[in-house]
């Protein structure tokens, strides 16, 4: 019987494709929300889930020799929605005032997404200038074992001052 020698020792991890660490999927309680309105900042402590979108305006382009059209960014909107616990009034406040007073208040909420067992650390969105486009008045429910409320509404900017760091996976 042939003596086999270990010439290298292989760790075959090594060939293998990296993927992200279990521990970097970001919590999704774990954050902060703020919002300004005229200048006074609120914890938006209710907060259950919070979404903003921004979706792009595109034209279709005609291209001589293709078939098939282009596609060209004309611009973009953004929208957002949230839900919390029924126990705030700053926003049926605004509402309010609008009725009254045909005044139409313009606000930021500040978003931060902060796991800290993540090591990608934290990323904070601002979205500037939101606009209510409605909201609850009133609610009751007898079967409730808690009242929810929600808003959807519009913002004319964001800005992202604090960002993920990109996962040394991705590199």
Request: charged share 25%.
């Amino acid at each position: 019987m042939m003596k086999t020698e270990l010439l290298m020792e292989l760790d075959l991890q090594y060939f293998a494709e990296p993927t992200m660490h279990a521990r970097n999927a970001i919590h999704g309680a774990q954050g902060r929300a703020f919002v300004t309105i005229e200048g006074n900042r609120y914890l938006f402590a209710q907060l259950i889930n919070l979404e903003a979108n921004m979706e792009k305006t595109k034209t279709q382009v005609p291209i001589m020799g293709r078939t098939g059209k282009g596609n060209k960014a004309t611009g973009w909107e953004g929208t957002g929605s949230a839900t919390f616990h029924f126990n705030t009034s700053i926003f049926r406040q605004l509402l309010k005032r609008y009725k009254d007073t045909g005044e139409d208040i313009y606000f930021d909420i500040q978003v931060t997404n902060e796991d800290k067992t993540s090591t990608v650390g934290s990323q904070t969105t601002i979205l500037i200038d939101c606009n209510l486009d409605g909201g609850l008045v009133a609610s009751l429910d007898a079967d409730a074992e808690y009242l929810e409320d929600s808003i959807e509404f519009t913002f004319e900017d964001w800005d992202m001052p604090v960002q993920f760091a990109t996962l040394p996976e991705m590199l």
